[in-house]
Every structure is written in C-alpha cells, then in structure tokens.
C-alpha cells in the first residue's frame, strides 16, 4: 500500500518539473509572436515564485484542514488548467493573471509531498521521488520543441503538457481513497498529529532560521547557475548559443544523476555525510571554473556542481522531521519552501542586475560567494539540530 502511494507522488512529481522549464524553452517563440520585449519573462517567473511562496508558507494549513491527497490533486488540476489556459493567451495581461495561481498549485505540491516523504520513507525514497522532479523538467523542453517544430507552435506546446498534467490530476484523485487507508493505517502507528505553528513560532527557533538562510542558499545557487549559465558561456567562452544550450543540459543532467544516486549511497552513508560530499564535488567544480582551460571543462564544472549540489535540497528536507519532531515537521518545510522560493524570486534578477554592471565574468564569483554561504550555514545547522535532538529526544522539551 505504501509502495503504490510513493508511485503516486512520483508520477505527481514529475508533474511538478513539467512547468518549471517550460516558459523557459517556449518564451523565444511568445515574445515573438506577442510583439514583447524578452525581458518581460522576469515578471512571469516573478510572479509564479510569488504564488509559490505563498502557497507554500500556507501549506501547513491547507493539509491540516483538507489532508495531503486532496490538496495535492486539487493543486495538480489547478495547475493544469493554468497551462491549458496559458495556450489561449494573446497578451501580457492574461500571462500575468495566470502566473499567480501556477505558482499557488505548484507550492501547494512541492510542501505537501516533501514534507509526507520526510515523514512516512527512507532517504532513499526521498533522492528518487526528486530525481522524477529531474525527469519531468527535463522531458517538458523535449515536448515545446516537438510543437516548436511546427510553425513555432508554443501554444500546442502547452496543450501538450496540459494533456500529460491532465492524466496525472486523475491519477491524483482516483489515488484518493489510497490516501485515506494510508492515513487511518499510519494513525493507529506512531505518526503524531500535526501541529500548525505560527511563523513567530518558527523563528524564535535559532535552527529554523538558519535552516531558512541555508535552503535559500543552495537554491538560489542551483536557479542562478541554471538561469544564467548560457548567458555566461556564450558572452565569455565564444561558444555559439546551440553549444552553450547543450552544456546546460549537462548541468541538469547532473543534478537528476546527483539525486539518483545519492539515494542508493543512502543505505551506506548518513544524510549530512552525502551533502557534504556533494559540497566537496562542488568545490571541485568551482575551481575548475576559475581556471583558464578549454571550453570543455565548463561543461564538465556545470555537470559536477549540478552533480554535487542536486542532493542538497531532498537530503536536507528529509532530515527536517528528525531535527524539529514529526508533529511540527510540515510547518517547518513549508517555511522552507518559501525560503527556496524567496531564492528563485530574488537571485537570478539580482545576479542580472549585478552582471549588467560588472560583466559576466563575476559569474563563477557569484557561485562561490552562495557556495560559501550554503556550506557555513550547513554547518552551524547541523550542530544546531544536534543541541534540538538531544533536547527533544532525552530531555523532553518542547523547543516551540
């Protein structure tokens, strides 16, 4: 029963990825046919990160009041519908209407599925159910350049899309009765009920603080080297745009591989030991940057850090119910979802406005300095968390 659940969510989430590279492969094509300047995808994604932010920080709520199943195929429906939606677009105006309620569905899913893989599987399951995050980011791109193909159709594009998030919403609600029998079987165990904690709560907490500088961190590191990768090699390296496009598919190939396997080396290393190593490959990755070698080994550096820190966010999640207690856990997650969130909305705009003035060369800089920040903040984190198990587990004090 449990097995075929966690099929669910991984088909779920893959349905989670679709949207995410989607705008991205299909906005040459729209702000071409719409008579738009290029720029103008800044205030599309800004707005999706905004409704994920949102639906993310309420999602503790949300669950406690209508369970994980029916929040997670009602956001599935909702963000299908916003993509069919998004093919009968012929303005700006209707892009903008519908990227607020894209990005509330996507939230929604992201905390409700993280937080119940956290809480009910091993770090094993948590490393695959993202790896399928990986294979529906990937496969989306594949489906706009098929339609692309014909008379830069972006609008079949995303009737394409919305027909395969159109199959996983059924799934989601004929999975529904599953979700009930899961959840009377894992209240008469030892789950414990959830609380719901205000975010002054949250914060008077050291721990959680750090752990919200430590997610924004790593993800505006991933989204930032994701978002202006191509950008860079192109204006530094003279490598043509088709070639450039093609190493970034490196870089996210090493994050699906990264938490592919990272969730094997699961059952032989401890979580914190698996981020670490991936840091160290990181690492590796930065300085190989910095060198003055062949555009090659720019490729190879985008595969590694995507390779390195791809484990970061599912393994870092996973511990979350272990660090702060099951009971407070989808709280927790939900603030740190707004806090990756926050990331996505605020660095690659950032980081835009900062190459614009000092050039792109400040590219691998910029990396390192969030690398920087991840790895210390990782560390006080984990000695943090170290003080809170001890605390919860012998002492018995409730740290909210």
């Given at each position: 029963m449990f097995t075929l659940l966690f099929v669910v969510i991984c088909i779920v989430f893959i349905g989670l990825g679709l949207p995410d590279s989607l705008l991205g492969s299909a906005w040459p094509a729209i702000y071409s046919d719409l008579s738009l300047p290029f720029s103008y995808a800044n205030f599309i994604t800004f707005l999706i990160s905004l409704g994920t932010v949102i639906s993310s920080f309420f999602s503790a709520r949300l669950i406690?009041?209508?369970?994980?199943?029916?929040?997670?195929?009602?956001?599935?429906?909702?963000?299908?519908?916003?993509?069919?939606?998004?093919?009968?677009?012929?303005?700006?105006?209707?892009?903008?209407?519908?990227?607020?309620p894209l990005g509330l569905g996507a939230g929604a899913i992201d905390a409700a599925l993280n937080n119940y893989t956290a809480s009910n599987y091993s770090p094993m399951h948590m490393s695959l159910l993202h790896t399928f995050y990986g294979v529906g980011i990937s496969i989306s791109p594949l489906l706009m350049s098929f339609a692309l193909g014909e008379n830069n159709n972006w609008q079949r594009g995303y009737v394409i899309v919305f027909f395969a998030m159109a199959i996983i919403a059924l799934i989601s609600f004929a999975s529904l009765p599953l979700w009930k029998k899961v959840s009377a079987k894992s209240q008469q165990t030892e789950n414990p009920l959830q609380r719901t904690l205000s975010l002054k709560q949250m914060i008077k907490v050291p721990a959680v603080r750090t752990a919200v500088v430590m997610f924004f961190c790593s993800v505006s590191l991933e989204f930032t080297c994701g978002i202006w990768a191509c950008t860079y090699l192109v204006n530094t390296s003279a490598l043509t745009e088709a070639v450039a496009s093609k190493y970034l598919t490196y870089y996210y190939a090493g994050i699906t591989i990264g938490r592919l396997i990272s969730g094997f080396v699961s059952k032989i290393l401890k979580v914190e030991k698996i981020v670490y190593v991936g840091y160290s490959i990181v690492l590796i990755a930065l300085i190989i940057m910095f060198l003055p070698l062949p555009p090659m080994f720019k490729a190879l550096s985008l595969f590694?850090?995507?390779?390195?820190?791809?484990?970061?966010?599912?393994?870092?999640?996973?511990?979350?119910?272990?660090?702060?207690?099951?009971?407070?856990?989808?709280?927790?997650?939900?603030?740190?979802?707004?806090?990756?969130?926050?990331?996505?909305?605020?660095?690659?705009?950032?980081?835009?406005?900062?190459?614009?003035?000092?050039?792109?060369?400040?590219?691998?800089?910029?990396?390192?300095?969030?690398?920087?920040?991840?790895?210390?903040?990782?560390?006080?984190?984990?000695?943090?968390?170290?003080?809170?198990?001890?605390?919860?587990?012998?002492?018995?004090?409730?740290?909210?």
């Open positions: 406690n009041k209508f369970g994980t199943g029916l929040l997670t195929a009602v956001s599935t429906l909702l963000t299908a519908l916003c993509l069919l939606a998004f093919s009968f677009s012929n303005s700006m105006l209707f892009f903008l209407l519908l990227s607020i590694l850090i995507g390779f390195g820190n791809g484990p970061t966010f599912p393994n870092l999640t996973y511990i979350t119910p272990e660090n702060f207690g099951k009971d407070v856990s989808q709280s927790i997650i939900g603030l740190q979802m707004a806090a990756c969130n926050i990331g996505i909305l605020l660095m690659p705009p950032l980081f835009g406005f900062v190459a614009e003035w000092l050039g792109l060369n400040v590219f691998p800089i910029c990396l390192t300095i969030l690398y920087v920040l991840m790895v210390v903040f990782t560390i006080i984190y984990s000695k943090q968390t170290r003080v809170l198990r001890k605390q919860r587990l012998t002492e018995k004090v409730d740290i909210f």
